[in-house]
């Protein structure tokens, strides 16, 4: 019913950036939170930054005033700029959305996630 399309994961060196984006399809009536969460092997998903639709944030303490989480609305995408990156950033991110979406017993919330994007930060 909904899917997410990520991209923009790479290889880069530490010190520089990245711009990930999700976008979302589907039969979609309204995103009210977009977030990013990444994974690296053996650990749990941790939160890296989440956007409601109005636009508030919450950003996990090791990346607050590194990165930067945006969305459109009328794109149904959100977008995590990444600065100064560390080696400790490289993981696997992933979107994960919370979506009211239509379906034929009506209107229901779902959360969906996208298949991650990998991002390697090298010395």
């Known amino acids: 019913q909904v899917q997410l399309v990520e991209s923009g994961g790479g290889l880069v060196q530490a010190g520089g950036s990245l711009r990930l984006s999700c976008a979302a399809s589907?039969?979609?009536?309204?995103?009210?939170?977009m977030g990013w969460y990444r994974q690296v092997p053996g650990k749990q998903r941790d939160l890296v930054a989440v956007?409601?639709?109005?636009?508030?944030?919450n950003y996990a303490d090791s990346v607050k005033g590194r990165f930067t989480i945006s969305r459109d609305n009328a794109k149904n995408t959100v977008y995590l700029q990444m600065n100064s990156l560390k080696l400790e950033d490289t993981a696997v991110y992933y979107c994960?959305?919370?979506?009211?979406?239509?379906?034929?017993?009506?209107?229901?919330?779902?959360?969906?996630w996208g298949q991650g994007t990998q991002v390697t930060v090298s010395a």
């Open positions: 589907g039969n979609i009536v309204s995103i009210v939170t």
């Open positions: 994960k959305v919370n979506t009211l979406v239509a379906t034929t017993q009506g209107n229901r919330y779902l959360e969906v």
């Open positions: 956007i409601s639709r109005g636009g508030s944030t």
